[in-house]
């Protein structure tokens, strides 16, 4: 007689596209397929003319059994589970039931176990990219498991910070257990954490929704969704959930964490908690006749067994931040600049920008006592990154006065302000603009009495140009309210990332403002030719 075979399929998701070549292969190798009925249906075209066995969802051992009692009768049998067979699938079962009839693979049956692709990755790449790093899998149902069991483990995985994937969320009686999950991860985790939740993932009824852990039960959740909570780092961005591959040591003003450019990733003082301690000196050095990984692995030990690794490992976040004396103000006391060099210490940097500001980096814990310290100093304070600069001129070392409680105004009401893409607002108090306002973002001239605005300049690159001027002689009482609209509808409907003359060539009016061409490529005639 044939040997029989069990061939335990994990057939993925459910549509064809996402099933492997292997997967495929063994269901129309088979001469039975045994599944729950709604996965049969989903693979019905492979099963055409074959013996089919559909059982109902808790009929998962009698499933098993049949497998094994057909395939000992010398058939070849399928057992298809979704996603991935052995994870929350059929895989185990197959195994127990035949560890139970005392079976060796060599004098009995054989089995194949064809891996697929499970809901944590399906439901994952319809979301983004919200895995990335380290993560879980938790089904809360507590119909194999004590319930005392999976809460144990979703209050490990909240406290660890893992991503989790809560697989088998809610059905109809279980509805409780989503309910206490979310209890414990609001424990652990800021209530705005993002969620995904994924209802039939590459099925004809699929359905995503993008929420956050306080929000997520006032969503449908089903037996067909699997729920993915982020970690401490995930954020949405363009509709798409995403976690960093690592874990940010930046922060600003008002923010906890702030994201690191690429190029800014892998240094070493980025990453105190690495084994180099963040320090370069501390990294493997490369010698020719030593192999790389041997390198890395003796100066490890000899970190680990020779530091004070108590110091080296601590965490401190960087704290980065600007500074200036004021809107016109351009000179700096020596009291503030010596207070400004305490705090900066050995450690910390102070870096001078193109927009008038002193950019500050230093490790700390308590950024209040900081900021406290400065601005009793005098020193004005504002976030980095993609936020809005009001940088003014020097109003004539502030003998043109007449101008300033405009631009204060406008630096007090937008300074600082989160925009899709950092935004210099430039404010000049005559028309001799020396301080180049006409070459920022959105340009305010003051001149005779009134002012001109100009929009979106382009300070950079090759084919950098002027803004456009869109008004000539505001009355000044209209002037704060035009620039904060301005702003507003630049941040409102701007696309992450997008500079402002972009967003003014792609919306093509701002407030009223007819976008026009500002740059003309100047033609060259070669004489060599
Ligand atoms: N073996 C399967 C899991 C079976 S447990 C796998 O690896 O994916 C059943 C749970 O899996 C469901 O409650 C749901 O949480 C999840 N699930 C399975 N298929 C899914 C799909 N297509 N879309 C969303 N969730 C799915």
Redesign the pocket.
Known sequence: MKKGKILVV?FG??DEAHMTFRAREAIVEADMVIGYKTYMDLVSHLIKGKAIIRTGMTEEVTRAQEAVKEAEQGKTVAVI?????G???MAGLVYEVLMDKGWKEEEGISVEVIP?I??LN??AALLGAPVMHDACTI?LSDHLTPWELIEKRVEAAAQADFVIA????KSGRRTRQIEETQRILLKYRDPKTPVGL??????ERQHIVMTNLEDMLNHEIG????VIIGNNSTFYYDGKMITPRGYQRKYTLGEEKQQLKPSERLKPETEPWALHGGKKENLPKFEKKNSLPAAIANEALNIVTTAKTDEMFKQTPIFEFAVSPGVWEKSMSASQLAMLAEIVGDNGEVRYTPDHYLQVSVETDSPEEITARLEREGWELSPVGNVVHVKGCDFCDGEKKESIPYAAEIKQKLEGLKVPKILKIGFNGCGMACYGAVTDDIGIVYRRGAFDVFLGAKSIGRNAHTGQPVVEGLVKDELVDLIVNIVMEYKEKGLPNERFYKFFKRVQQIQGFQYQEMYTPVEVNNPCE
């Open positions: 994990g998701p459910g589970s979704s996603g991935d067979a994870l929350y699938g697929g499970t809901a399906s439901c089904s809560l697989y088998n969320p994924v209802k039939s993932a590459y099925r037996m067909l969704t699997t």
